[in-house]
């Protein structure tokens, strides 16, 4: 007999599969001309936590980096990634919390905010770090 969750589970994976394949989200080589860095540099951003990118679940390698990011100032992008890499949070994480529009925000999505370079970036690092915060709280 299945069990109860797995069909949820497999929804979950459909969604991540088609989210991933998203013309938005970019494999290295294509990401990289659009960010104008060597493909080298934007893979050690990801590692650094600088840039992120999607990898299906279960998998190590893959990765699609949400074109949205790498046009964007590098040092507001890092420092609203930054709650996310402190707290190991997988990549999936970061998406939906980047695109998810906030009351907060004047319901623009996180992403929104972090690309436009007139609003104060502290209000989204606010709001991941707060994200983490609750969590430990609750515990």
């Not at 069990?3 to 589970?9: E, F, G, N, V």
């Not at 990401?31 to 299906?56: E, H, I, K, P, T």
């Not at 919390?97 to 502290?122: E, G, K, N, S, Y």
Request: charged share 25%; glycine share 6%; net charge positive.
């Amino acid at each position: 007999m299945a069990h109860p969750l797995d069909s949820a589970r497999e929804r979950g994976r459909l969604a991540a599969i088609r989210e991933w394949e998203s013309p938005t989200n970019l494999p290295l080589k294509e990401a990289a001309a659009l960010a104008g860095r060597s493909d080298r540099m934007l893979n050690l951003d990801r590692q650094a936590g600088r840039v992120y990118a999607l990898v299906l679940p279960g998998r190590e390698r893959g990765f699609r980096y949400p074109s949205w990011q790498l046009t964007v100032d590098g040092n507001r992008l890092a420092a609203a990634l930054g709650p996310f890499v402190e707290a190991g949070a997988s990549c999936w994480v970061i998406h939906s919390f980047m695109h998810r529009p906030q009351d907060a925000l004047q319901d623009l999505t996180p992403a929104q905010w972090v690309a436009d370079p007139v609003r104060p970036i502290a209000a989204v690092v606010q709001m991941a770090r707060a994200r983490y915060r609750d969590e430990q709280g609750a515990a």
